[in-house]
């Protein structure tokens, strides 16, 4: 099983600042990689596909990079409703998820 | 609009099972894949597995291989996921989620609150 480590496990940041998180493979992935956000009571929303590309609505704050085995969101600017927990999930080998990254204001 | 529906709260005893159901609409259900993920209180996101509507064809997470069985009826546009042999650390969220191939998981369902107590 692929397992995924996700970095920092909570990220403190003020509205305006730049976040940057990390997720890193046991193996290699290629850029088999999406990005989730979840709000509390909410189910999760992708928000990256295929390591880079932003999904459908999806602001263009967001942004993703990586191959291989690491991996990073970068979202450039924080808006109030970016503080949520973030998770990254990998498909190349079935799937499984980071353990999340979660964004608080600070 | 696309959505999917999930059936509503279980409580169910330890060594029982369950199934929930994930109802599709606005699109054609036999399309597109569908996962199950579980969710712990507080916790993270856990992928259970995978069922292709249009063949049936399924893929589980070795972790539940032997206790998981997803289903569908094409008929009335519906997956299933059981669940057998429950134990507490079974209590969870259960989603469902639509996967665009080459894309990722892309409809949600609301989440099924699955409690085992005895």
């Known amino acids: 099983e692929i397992v995924l480590t996700q970095s920092p496990a909570t990220l403190s940041l003020s509205p305006g600042e730049r976040a940057t998180l990390s997720c890193r493979a046991s193996q290699s992935v290629s850029s088999y990689l999406a990005w989730y956000q979840q709000k509390p009571g909410q189910a999760p929303r992708l928000l990256i596909y295929d390591a880079s590309n932003r999904a459908t609505g999806i602001p263009a704050r967001f942004s993703g990079s990586g191959s291989g085995t690491d991996f990073t969101l970068t979202i450039s600017s924080l808006e109030p409703e970016d503080f949520a927990v973030y998770y990254c999930?990998?498909?190349?080998?079935?799937?499984?998820f980071g353990q999340g990254t979660k964004l608080e204001i600070k | 609009q696309v959505q999917l529906v999930q059936s509503g709260a279980e409580v169910k005893k330890p060594g029982a099972s369950v199934k929930v159901s994930c109802k599709a609409s606005g699109y054609t259900f036999t399309s597109y894949d569908i996962n199950w993920v579980r969710q712990a209180t507080g916790q993270g996101l856990e992928w259970m597995g995978w069922m292709n509507p249009n063949s049936g064809n399924t893929g589980y997470a070795q972790k539940f291989q032997g206790r998981v069985t997803m289903t569908r009826n094409t008929s009335i546009s519906t997956a299933y996921m059981e669940l057998s042999s429950l134990r507490s650390e079974d209590t969870a969220v259960y989603y469902c989620?639509?996967?665009?191939?080459?894309?990722?998981?892309?409809?949600w369902g609301q989440g099924t609150t699955v409690t085992v107590s005895s």
């Open positions: 989620a639509r996967e665009v191939h080459y894309y990722g998981m892309d409809v």
């Open positions: 999930q990998q498909r190349s080998n079935f799937y499984t």
